[in-house]
């Protein structure tokens, strides 16, 4: 499991990262947002810090295997 800190920092990057995740499957399914801007869509969802949000998880399993 993660710990408190690592538990905190994931979920305040994985809330705001679901948020807009979200918001653009509307935009893309009702086609208000063309998929053309997917490329951008994953570069901005990769600005919110997924890679750090999976390295915590990564770590945390470790630590469970570990044990």
Do not use: H, W
Not at 2 to 23: H, Q, V
Not at 32 to 58: H, K
């Amino acid at each position: 499991t993660l710990t408190a800190e690592e538990g905190a920092e994931s979920a305040t990057i994985m809330s705001d990262a679901n948020t807009y995740r979200d918001e653009m499957i509307v935009k893309f399914i009702t086609g208000t947002e063309p998929l053309d801007n997917f490329d951008q869509y994953l570069e901005t969802v990769n600005g919110f810090g997924i890679q750090r949000a999976c390295e915590l998880r990564e770590i945390a399993l470790e630590r469970y295997n570990n044990r």
